[in-house]
């Protein structure tokens, strides 16, 4: 059985070059144990082994035989982007396996790469779905076709496989396509002879990343061309595909939230890489119209269940709310680039809200069925629609896009929870394990997110003071940290914008511990969300919690009502979804039978205090939902 080990973590999905112009570099982080640690090993131990046989079974290696003439056959598969489930999972093992040596997976890995290689036509083109079912045509529709969407995905494989092994095998492939790219796409003028933009972004951030690896400019001037002709018509103009505005002038999100959340990435990245302000502030201004109108409480994007993009603001329904797993992925990866580039910890809010939440619900407790979307409520009476907009876990899905990312995520995550620079070292989140940057190392232990205590050991210093910084998240309104003999709490201690900065001249063995107040709390939304108006979520530290119907017995949940005057418990199921801490609340089980009506509405007026009997509601983690049985869920509860 594979473990995690303590090793030091490689180098991750993001490696700054060595002219960025970021105010945070990562940091090297090994998690090995607690919350984190055990998803991770489930991801480890069932998630990823599973993925060559799914993908076997799904057709997607069938279709690289194919291709590479190795059988005959039809294209199996259903979108012309199933290349990328192979990309993502090999991108995934890539990066499991520079954590801990695994001979099945690396072998797995070897023969899928030898495959991809084999694949490859000479001048560098590889895209199954145009090889074998569009009889070889290229670039005839750069709208939906997804050529260099897939391209895109297969270089951030080969970065990885490059970082985690240090083999060239697949990243030679990657850059033998990325420079038939760069001969093929141009602008006007150019001498090449397509000017032209793929209608889903991804190879814009990865062909950074290639010049992050490789050092060759040309990635990265390609990169730039490629996110700059976004929005000048090229694909008809459409926000669906952030074509109808540049992005230097856009003022809002818009469109296909992973189309759009993937070319902000690259917008983040570009700006890193060559110091452009215009970008930058592109950047900023929209990350603030998304988190400010546009983001579920789950951290969740993607307001419309059927176009897969974001709606207008405010606009943010409950059990049509799309949130797609690949969204919340993308989002991360954006908000951790800001994090970098800025060195602001209100991005780490939004990547820690998103991880425990819209993200971590994507994959269930056993590592063996996905969502893809991701509703904040399933009514009692919900006809499922099945496939993959289901709001039951599935197996796999036809458009398999989530769980492999979910997979390359939780393979890399140690990358996104930490960062150094010249003054010292941040912890972004908070895991058990170990941080280390330029010879500042300081080993964490704690059993976060279910209590809220941190304790700090500084194991490695230079001869040299330097800061410790800690987030103090955007929930937390009560803390205490002992640094030493000194303590604090959240009236005098040295906070900076949100990081407590402690600047010592550290000796190993010293130690800080941080105490966040994990009080319970009901939330409520901007009145304009009018989806949960009248409605209190609940709350604890970075977890968003929800009811299910099998926790509710006697009846349907969407007539339970919360009354919020009623102090919240916390109790500590160890027995319960693997082990979580749960809130008990207090509401009223509205009696219909007794309203009488056949009418659902009536005079507005003041609401008369709810019938019914007390009940005891037991809340569970938002993420841990849909692991027992199907029923109705929700995380927003009606209050009148
Ligand atoms: O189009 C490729 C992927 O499929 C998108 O990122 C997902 O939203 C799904 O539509
Ligand atoms: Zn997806």
Not at 495 to 514: F, I, K, Q
Request: glycine residues 10%; contains cysteine.
């Amino acid at each position: 059985m594979p473990r995690i080990s303590s090793a030091a973590s490689p180098l991750g999905p993001v490696r700054l070059g060595p002219a960025a112009r970021a105010a945070l570099r990562p940091a090297t982080t090994a998690v090995d144990a607690g919350f984190w640690h055990t998803r991770r090993e489930v991801n480890a131990r069932v998630s990823l082994p599973q993925g060559p046989e799914l993908l076997e079974s799904a057709g997607n290696l069938h279709n690289l035989r194919v291709a590479a003439g190795a059988v005959e056959g039809g294209f199996q598969g259903a979108y012309p982007f199933v290349d990328t489930d192979v990309y993502k999972w090999l991108e995934a093992a890539s990066w499991q396996l520079a954590q801990q040596p695994h001979a099945e997976l690396e072998s797995a890995v070897d023969r899928i790469i030898d495959l991809v290689a084999a694949a490859q036509q000479q001048d560098g083109y590889l895209n199954t779905w145009f090889q074998v079912r569009e009889g070889g045509t290229r670039y005839q529709d750069l709208r939906w076709g997804h050529e260099l969407y897939c391209a895109g995905h297969l270089i951030q494989a080969a970065v990885a496989h490059r970082r985690a092994t240090g083999r060239p095998e697949l990243l030679d492939v990657a850059v033998k396509f990325a420079d038939h790219l760069g001969l093929v796409f141009g602008p006007p003028g150019s001498g090449r002879p397509i000017d032209g933009i793929d209608g889903h972004p991804e190879i814009e951030t990865a062909l950074v990343e290639l010049y992050r690896e490789t050092g060759d400019r040309r990635h990265l001037d390609l990169a730039g061309y490629f996110v700059d002709r976004h929005g000048h018509g090229l694909l008809g103009g459409e926000a669906y595909c952030q074509d109808r505005v540049p992005v230097r002038e856009a003022t809002d999100v818009e469109g296909h939230a992973v189309r759009q959340l993937y070319l902000l990435a690259a917008v983040a990245d570009l700006a890193t890489e060559t110091d452009d302000p215009e970008l930058r502030s592109a950047a900023e201004r929209l990350w603030v119209a998304m988190t400010a109108a546009k983001t579920h409480l789950t951290g969740g994007l993607g307001a419309h269940h059927d176009k897969e993009d974001f709606g207008d603001p405010y606009e943010l329904p409950n059990e049509r709310a799309y949130c797609e797993t690949c969204a919340a992925i993308a989002s991360v990866q954006w908000s951790w680039r800001m994090a970098l580039l800025t060195g602001e910890a209100r991005y780490s809010d939004l990547i820690e809200r998103t991880l425990y939440n819209g993200f971590l619900a994507g994959v269930s407790l056993d590592g063996e069925r996905w969502l893809y979307v991701n509703p904040l409520q399933v009514r009692d009476g919900h006809t499922d629609p099945g496939g993959d907009q289901s709001a039951r876990r599935t197996r796999w899905f036809r458009c398999a896009c989530c769980p492999p990312n979910v997979m390359r995520l939780l393979a890399s995550l140690e990358h996104y929870l930490a960062s150094g620079d010249e003054q010292g070292l941040q912890l972004h989140q908070f895991t058990t394990g170990r941080h280390s940057h330029n010879g500042m190392s300081v080993r964490a232990e704690t059993d976060y997110p279910w209590h809220g205590t941190i304790a700090l050991t500084v194991e490695d210093t230079p001869d040299r003071p330097w800061t410790l910084s800690l987030r103090i998240p955007q929930w937390c309104r009560e803390f205490r940290v002992q640094v030493g003999e000194l303590s604090y709490d959240e009236t005098d201690a040295p906070v900076e914008d949100s990081w407590l900065r402690l600047e010592r001249a550290w000796a190993p063995g010293d130690s800080v511990v941080l105490e966040l107040a994990l009080e319970p709390r009901l939330t409520a939304a901007d009145p304009r969300v009018d989806a949960v108006r009248g409605c209190a979520a609940i709350e604890r530290g970075p977890l968003v919690y929800c009811l299910e119907q099998v926790d509710v017995p006697g009846g349907g949940l969407d007539d339970i009502v919360l009354d919020p005057t009623r102090p919240l418990a916390v109790k500590h199921r160890p027995d319960l979804l693997g082990g979580v801490t749960t809130v008990v609340a207090a509401g009223y089980r509205r009696n219909l039978a007794e309203d009488g009506s056949w009418w659902p509405y009536r005079a507005a007026g003041p609401e008369a205090a709810p019938a019914g009997d007390l009940v005891e509601l037991t809340a569970i983690p938002y993420h841990a939902w849909a692991n027992r049985q199907d029923g109705s869920m929700r995380v927003w509860l009606p209050t009148s």
